[in-house]
């Protein structure tokens, strides 16, 4: 199998997208990391050394404390918020029933759309307007007699952004369901039966035999959705605009660059996003890669 | 007493399975009302679109599609879309398959830090090579063109699309391509006619989702395109919002854009379904 013409073969077969990640990813990268420490401010390039000075001046920005509260509260609602609404359906799709089909493929659709359609037309049905000019989904709470529901959404102070995790959680649970029903399918029948021949109830089978064994799909989920979360930009556009109560790093990212001309800012932003999302990912990485290449 | 048993048990099954369809039923409400508000705000007239009490199906118009064309050259945002879709579908598939080839048959030095490098880089966020990405693209003169945003989306897919299309390849059994070396095929003949029939289904699964991802997206459009000749239908929603009507945004208009965005997505999605889940979910499922 392995030849030595081989070798050269497989260069030439890697390099076109060994070049498209090692410099458009990973050159940039390190690009960004070096301009994050100078002191670039304005059109022409500076690389004037500036060091991590940036760093905690970034730190101490009252706008960036916004952003990181910000993003912890989307994350937060956001994971939990798909990941038990994914668990549930998939759980209502598991017992069978006839219609599966049909549903299964209903719930996963709204991730196929843009954020940005799903942003717009959730600002549209999240109208924070009263009495006479009241509409879409505060109209729809006050038809069916469910006021107390009746808020002000993402203008609400303080926990707007809890309203754009909403929207989030409309994309993205679907996709959530569709990886828990895998990983249910993918238990075998036999412990079922037996669980149900010693007389465990459904909500035994699952609390106590289907959960333990979906534990690798959640944690798959989790750093899907929470990768999505700390680099959530066009649902921010397209519900917030660029308003300072719902900002995000990459709203702050592309504003200080590309309106500011703060490059060393927007680079150091990007570069601890990035940091950020290591973190989260490379163990994720080092444990699936260890498990598959056990199998 | 048997009996009875029997008749508990598909009572308690019957109500069991009217409450999974009741919650099915307001999923489905869930899940339809955003889609229901953009069509009926799409396809409605401007004072018909705020009148109260609420009118659920406003006779349908078509002349906010005209307004469209009357303010954003619609067509042209519409042809690049596809075009930009398109392009970076093909241009991802050419490059990852090669690539996967190489992963998936050859062992050769460094495969599989090559290989670690390709999925991390999956993970990284888009923005944070913004910057250095719209600079080498003005250097390339490429700013501001279909080609330019082709190359970007294309470098930002293929890691997954590798990642994929080498599990497709190595379920292939290797004596196929064996007995065609040794009966004196050449690589791009084993390409051609013995891996590409049987990775069909890989490159129609791959091939939609990046579709869809270079369709949906709006960061390398908005980030890149200063004019109509690369600007897509994403960019095109959040030059209409930018604008202002009687009742705070156009929504009809807004509303309009973001179903002929839809529209061609839901389509590809449902024929396809079967193929894209088993894409999505594979690389989370063992």
């Not at chain 1, 090692?22 to 004037?48: E, H, N, Q």
């Not at chain 1, 196929?112 to 717009?120: C, D, E, L, N, R």
Request: proline share 5%; hydrophobic share 55%.
């Amino acid at each position: 199998m392995i030849k030595n013409k081989d070798k050269y073969v497989a260069i030439a077969l890697v390099t076109p997208s060994i070049i498209a990640v090692g410099i458009f990813v990973y050159g940039f990268i390190a690009w960004s990391v070096r301009v994050s420490l100078s002191a670039w401010k304005g059109l022409l390039p500076d690389y004037t050394w500036a060091g991590f000075q940036n760093y905690l001046n970034l730190f101490a920005d009252p706008r960036f404390h916004i952003d990181i509260r910000n993003t912890l509260v989307f994350t937060i609602i956001f994971v939990f918020g798909s990941l038990i609404l994914g668990l549930f359906m998939a759980i209502l799709l598991d017992q069978g029933l006839p219609g599966e089909n049909f549903f299964r493929n209903l719930f996963l659709f709204p991730m196929a759309i843009s954020f940005i359609v799903t942003g717009v037309v959730w600002r549209w049905l999240m109208n924070p307007a009263e009495g006479s000019r009241m509409s879409g989904l505060n109209l729809l709470f006050d038809k069916i007699g469910l006021d107390f529901l009746i808020n002000q959404w993402y203008t609400t102070p303080k926990w707007g952004m809890a309203a754009i995790a909403l929207t989030a959680i409309w994309q993205m649970s679907g996709y959530m369901m569709a990886l828990y029903l895998a990983g249910l399918r993918s238990v075998p029948e036999e412990i079922r039966e037996a669980a149900r021949v010693d007389g465990a109830t459904e909500l035994q089978i699952y609390s106590r035999i289907m959960l333990p064994y979906l534990q690798p799909v959640t944690l798959s989920a989790m750093i899907i959705l929470g990768h999505i979360s700390l680099k959530v930009f066009d649902l921010i556009i397209a519900v917030a605009g660029k308003q300072l109560a719902l900002d995000v790093p990459a709203i702050y990212m592309w504003q200080t660059t590309f309106d500011g001309l703060f490059y060393w800012r927007g680079a150091a932003i990007g570069t601890l996003l990035l940091l950020s999302v290591s973190v989260l990912i490379i163990p994720y990485l080092i444990y699936t890669l260890r498990t598959e290449t056990e199998l | 007493m048997l009996k009875r048993f029997v008749s508990t048990q598909t009572f308690r099954r019957s109500l069991r399975s009217s409450g999974t369809y009741l919650s099915f039923l307001v999923f489905t409400f869930l899940v339809l009302l955003p889609v229901y508000w953009m069509t009926r705000s799409a396809f409605s007239s401007g004072s018909d679109l705020i009148k109260l009490p609420l009118v659920y199906f406003p006779p349908p118009t078509l002349k906010n599609v005209n307004t469209l064309y009357e303010q954003i050259p619609f067509d042209q945002y519409l042809l690049n879309s596809v075009k930009f879709s398109l392009f970076t579908t093909l241009l991802t598939l050419l490059v990852s398959f090669l690539a996967a080839y190489a992963f998936a048959r050859i062992r050769f030095p460094g495969s599989n830090i090559l290989m670690w490098a390709l999925i991390l880089s999956m993970a990284l966020p888009e923005i944070g090579t913004i910057v250095p990405l719209y600079r080498i693209l003005k250097t390339l003169k490429l700013l501001d063109s279909i080609a330019g945003l082709t190359f970007v989306m294309t470098s930002t897919l293929t890691p997954f699309t590798v990642w994929v299309l080498v599990t497709f390849i190595k379920q292939v059994p290797y004596e196929i391509e064996e007995a065609a070396i040794l009966d004196g095929a050449n690589l791009p003949q084993i390409f051609w006619y013995i891996l590409l029939p049987v990775t069909i289904p890989g490159l129609v699964t791959m091939g939609l989702i990046n579709f869809v991802n270079a369709w949906n997206n709006l960061l390398y459009p908005l980030s890149f395109t200063t004019s109509p000749s690369a600007k897509t239908l994403s960019v095109a929603i959040t030059e209409v919002y930018a604008g202002f009507s009687p009742w705070g945004k156009p929504w009809e208009l807004i509303m309009a854009v973001g179903v002929v965005m839809t529209i061609p997505i839901i389509g590809l999605v449902l024929i396809t379904q079967r193929s894209i889940v088993r894409g999505l979910t594979g690389g989370a499922i063992k």
